[in-house]
């Protein structure tokens, strides 16, 4: 595995893909999914170019920080967080891409306060419906990020989605589109109460050019940049 041909050849397709949709390559930010690496793959990322780490579970995250894997990178976390682990990753990360319910907004917003900090954050949405998923659903999210946009320690940056598994290549680009009219229309709706509402973070490595297409302003990807990953026990984003 090549990690530095990999990256620049994740980086040439998101170029191209926005160039099709008549976007500026520069909108879009590549979030390298670092689930299950070591800290040392992290900083090989980081020296060849990556520039936002994204970590799913706050285990790996903070020995990852105790070893400074993330020199040099920004952090966001993408993966279900708990209450009870709030503490771990407020005023850790620079983005926490997954609040998904008002239960956890509350939670970040109280211990970012506590620390005198604001944290920013998107709201997850479960923008296919699944019963089994995180994320508050379409309907619920406006009022959601109202709440979000009136909490003093919270900054509300926009919105993240992880759409079901596709049986087929394009099968969530309606998905995306949902998502960017959704994200389109808070924005619209809430105005000045959301001034810094400019992130859209959706599309893995099956699909981030189509999301790139509906107007992604961060992508995830894990396995095109650092290969396949070994199999789980068990299959959760936590
Ligand atoms: C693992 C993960 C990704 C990246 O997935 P790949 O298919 O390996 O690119 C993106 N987002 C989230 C939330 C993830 O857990």
Do not use: W
Not at 30 to 39: D, I
Not at 91 to 104: M, Q
Not at 128 to 153: F, T
């Amino acid at each position: 595995m090549d990690l530095r041909e990999n990256i620049a050849r994740v980086r040439e397709r998101i170029a191209a893909a926005a160039r099709q949709a008549g976007r500026e390559p520069g909108e879009i930010g590549l979030v390298a999914a670092t689930k299950v690496q070591t800290s040392e793959t992290i900083r090989s990322a980081i020296a060849a170019g990556i520039t936002i780490c994204g970590e799913n579970r706050v285990q790996e995250m903070t020995a990852h920080l105790a070893d400074h894997a993330y020199t040099g990178a920004a952090l966001h976390f993408i993966g279900h967080l708990q209450t009870n682990k709030v503490k771990d990753v407020v005023g850790r990360v620079d983005l926490l891409e997954s609040v998904d319910s008002e239960h956890l907004l509350l939670a970040v917003e109280k211990q970012a306060a506590k620390l005198g900090v604001r944290q920013d954050i998107l709201l997850e949405v479960n923008i296919g419906g699944e019963a089994a998923k995180s994320g508050v659903d379409p309907a619920g999210a406006r009022a959601l990020a109202e709440q979000a946009a009136a909490l003093p320690h919270i900054r509300l940056r926009g919105l993240m989605t992880v759409p079901p598994v596709a049986s087929a290549p394009g099968g969530n680009r309606r998905f995306f589109a949902e998502m960017y009219q959704l994200y389109v229309d808070i924005r619209t709706a809430l105005g000045d109460n959301v001034p810094d509402m400019d992130c859209l973070s959706m599309g893995m490595s099956a699909d981030f050019e189509d999301a790139v297409r509906e107007g992604a302003t961060l992508v995830r990807v894990g396995t095109a940049l650092f290969g396949p990953r070994p199999p789980m026990k068990s299959r959760q984003q936590g």
